[in-house]
């Protein structure tokens, strides 16, 4: 496994991809903000497999923490993250100081407005924007090529997919499936956070996703029903605590008055001092 170089400065980021480019090499660009798992590994796999020269940023975005959330305690561990990019096949990792990033405090923000409001705007109303703002600095720094997001966070991939396309970004935004554990809770660097007691419990949001599903393929078209059975699967255990349990359209996340088409079936709850999402795709046409 050879070493993968690090390089924390925007215009060694561009030197590396116009050296790339300058070869006729596609390139591909993995956003994190570290603590690398699995899932992540498999996006960079993705990437190196499609592209010439696969870029990971790790970037712990500030603009996207509301007070009182993690931003100071998110995990961080870069050397381990750099071995695991290099064990996926990623080129070149790119990992800002803040002062890099936002050399002054930002006066300007990227907001897709509508799409970030629902669901876990609810909860986190300043999220997005921060998403939104530090991802479009990236794709500017990282010109013409692909960019691969995991579907586990789906609200963001759709809202990121709708920036682009609006503000005509030369990246064809790339979603990949949600990895998992072998008892279905979606691999997450926040997994950290849980305890040995509260690890078990985190698999309820897959068990409330099925059992929507389930409701679903059993004939249900009632988005009500539907998330009523969901929200019951969250509710009967004791160490998680619900936010939200919805059915949306697949591409507008707007709640269908009748369950048709390709929807997502979205959870969040706490459980312990974890924040967890999961969500499930369904194409009720092809039932």
């Not at 870069?78 to 290099?86: E, I, S, Y």
């Not at 921060?130 to 586990?152: D, I, S």
Request: negative net charge.
């Amino acid at each position: 496994m050879n070493a993968v170089p690090v390089v924390e400065r925007a215009c060694e980021l561009r030197a590396a991809l116009d050296a790339a480019r300058r070869d006729g090499g596609a390139v591909g660009l993995v956003p994190t903000m570290g603590y690398l798992h699995e899932g992540h590994q498999s996006l960079v796999a993705r990437s190196a497999g499609e592209n010439d020269l696969t870029v990971v940023s790790i970037f712990v975005n500030p603009l996207q923490f509301a007070e009182g959330e993690d931003y100071g305690t998110y995990p961080r561990d870069l050397d381990r993250d750099v071995k695991m990019c290099a064990a996926a096949g990623a080129g070149l990792v790119f990992a800002p100081l803040t002062e890099e990033m936002y050399p002054q405090t930002p006066i300007t923000s990227v907001a897709v407005n509508g799409l970030n409001a629902v669901l876990e705007g609810r909860f986190r109303p300043t999220h997005f924007d921060g998403v939104t703002t530090v991802v479009a600095k990236l794709f500017a720094m990282f010109g013409p090529g692909r960019a691969y997001f995991g579907e586990k966070d789906y609200q963001q991939l759709a809202i990121i997919r709708r920036m682009a396309a609006d503000l005509s970004m030369p990246v064809e935004v790339v979603g990949c499936p949600t990895f998992r554990e072998s008892d279905g809770l979606a691999m997450s660097s926040r997994n950290v956070y849980l305890t040995a007691e509260e690890r078990p419990a985190a698999t309820v949001l897959w068990r409330s996703l099925q059992a929507g599903r389930d409701a679903v393929v059993e004939g249900s078209r009632n988005p009500d029903e539907v998330e009523s059975v969901m929200a019951a699967v969250l509710a009967a255990e004791p160490m998680a605590s619900t936010d939200y349990a919805a059915v949306v359209d697949a591409a507008t996340l707007d709640r269908p008055d009748v369950l048709a088409g390709e929807l997502r079936l979205l959870v969040a709850a706490h459980v312990g001092k974890a924040r967890l999402i999961d969500n499930l795709g369904l194409d009720v046409d092809q039932l």
